[in-house]
């Protein structure tokens, strides 16, 4: 098995070595767009239509404006056209486009429509009453992507500007600023009503919110999508220059130890090298292990960073940790380890594969081991580190490369500095006296801790698949069941098979059995509904139920899932139709919300979000905290899941906010305006403000 790993290793620096210097191919320069006329005028009926030109490079093709996935929930992105200004105008009503060609991807395992070469999109506009006559200066916006016989270029949005002339005799039009059609119940028909019919942010739009005036905090880029708080401070830190932005993100990666992601890495790294300390013949090689495992966190997030963002995009390398199969492969890792730690086998390698990577033995102490590990640390953690990662390797898919690796050095240095000393931790306890018998039970504790932390993994994967083998209860009770076996085995009431039997129970052992017993009671607390606070968020989420029938019942189980509101005793409160429950339609939020006048919280979530768990469970059930959110629509939208509704959620996310971090909370008027986003905080007074700009 451990030859195994080391070949996944070795595979791995050849991927990277074999990418690092490929830089990526600009979608400008293989699709190109263009308007055939630079003037539209509107017939006295309201309704027009421009004409998009595209032409793409030999061997390239484009997509067609219909959705297609397939039947594991993912496909091509579709080509989308929204009218970014003004906001009377509309493109609402099906794209006609010429020259399509139909084809079967086997791919995608699904039938679909291809640009080859030279395509024109007619795009129907529409305006409302509100327009004035004369000429007005228009923005619109296509989000499309290009692939070849062997690769996809990340999908890009470009903005396209022309004239629409109003005639002096327009009749009167219904004025028509709903999102979308109220009568669809999928997410993929909400994202359909963002691409075609809403109204974009600007920074001067001031809308009526419960009656008052609520200027937009929204700050638009080029192409019209809003930016979220994260996004305008990391920009605005860029604009102070490299080295200011460097110690910007040294103190990201100083915040991002804070949170849940890191903590389950800590017993993981301890244990990990307290096996390796056992075989250590001199103390520099704890001290070259350290660094060796510190380098491994900073080669991941800096190289596989910026190559999997040059390739995926700026999110790529967070939907690879999300990935059920990664998370069941870490999982497998854990599970491996902790058999090591209880003596089950011992991990040996091959010396030929050792002697390839200059390692110094053949027992397991070679250098490759400690790298991998930092890489699965890393793998852990992106999840929780996606506002700042996310949006700076996203740099690399627009060609930018300087920023990004200073930026992921600086935050990457600081992250693992704290793993270095752990690493050591173990090393230094070797050379204490007698350290033998007793490093031998901390082994095997931290073996059964191992297994804890493995379930999390085994509970994401459980989560985005929607195999319902891992309900809450289920989880704490083998949690439990881990906590109990800790205490027995440190009290001596049994031992492994290499352990010497104890012979009394010294006050150390007492008293860690006695911390080990507190924690288990305390878990055991959690079957009866009590909130657990920190350890909220390793756990499965309140409605997993609803989650594991929508993940069966399709988009409209999915969409009539609702999230329950915890309050300060863990007692679950779902209320009926008085906006105080979630709803899990985008579309369905603003339907409700331009009928009531209420603004609109979005919860963007997702199903492995650690965070998102731990906002939920520590922020959200403040009483100060609901009574803001129950005087706005509620609605959750999960991104994870390559199925609908799942797959419109997240496109949703990154079209209108060009983020896909989680968790991400929006706060929109009933028209659809973003007042203003938060990303995860620890802190309840910093939240209580943002959802009081509702107001």
Known sequence: MSSKLHRVAVLLFVFLAGTATCFPQRLVEIAKVSLKSQEVEIAPDGKGSVVVQMNVKNGWWSYGTSTMVGPDGIGPQSTTFSVISPTFLKSKGKVKVSKIKKQYDPNFEVEVEKVIGHADFTVPLSVTKAAKPGKHKVAMEIYYMACDSSRCLNPEADTLRFTVIVPENMGAIEDDEAMGDASTDSAAAAVASVDNSTPTIMQDNVSSVGGKAAASTAAVGVSGVAQTESQMLIEKEKEKGLWGFFLFAMLQGALALLTPCVFPMIPITVSFFTKRAEKQNHRWHGIRDSFVYSLGIIFTFVGLGVVVAAIAGGTGIGEIAASPIVNIA?????????????????????????????????????????????????????????????????????GEFLYPVVGMLGFSTV???????????????????????????????????????????ISNADLVLGWGILPREMFLGLWIACGLLIVLYILGLFHLPHDSKVQSVGAPRLLFSIVFAGMTFYLLSGLYGRPLGEIDAFLPPQNYQQIIEAAHGGAAAASAMTAPTTNMVGESTTAADDHKSWIMSYEEGLRIAQETGKPVFIDFTGFTCTNCRWMEANIFPHDDVRALMNGMVKVQLYTDRREEPYISNKKLQQQRFGSLELPLYVILTPKGELIASKAFTRNKQEFIDFLKKAS
């Open 330 to 398: 870490i999982a497998a890792v854990f599970f491996m380890l902790a058999l090591n730690l209880f003596g089950v086998y011992e991990i040996r390698v091959p010396s030929s594969i050792l002697n390839k990577l200059n390692a110094r033995s053949n027992q397991g102490n070679g250098i490759t081991s400690v790298l991998l590990m930092g890489v699965v640390f890393t793998l852990t953690s992106f999840t929780c580190t996606v506002p700042f990662v996310g949006f700076v390797l996203s740099g690399v898919s627009q």
């Open 415 to 457: 992250f693992a500095a704290p793993f270095f000393l752990l690493a050591l931790f173990p090393t230094a306890m070797a050379a204490l006296p007698k350290a033998g018998g007793w490093m031998n039970n901390v082994k095997v504790v931290m073996g059964f801790l191992e297994v804890a932390f493995a379930l999390k993994f």
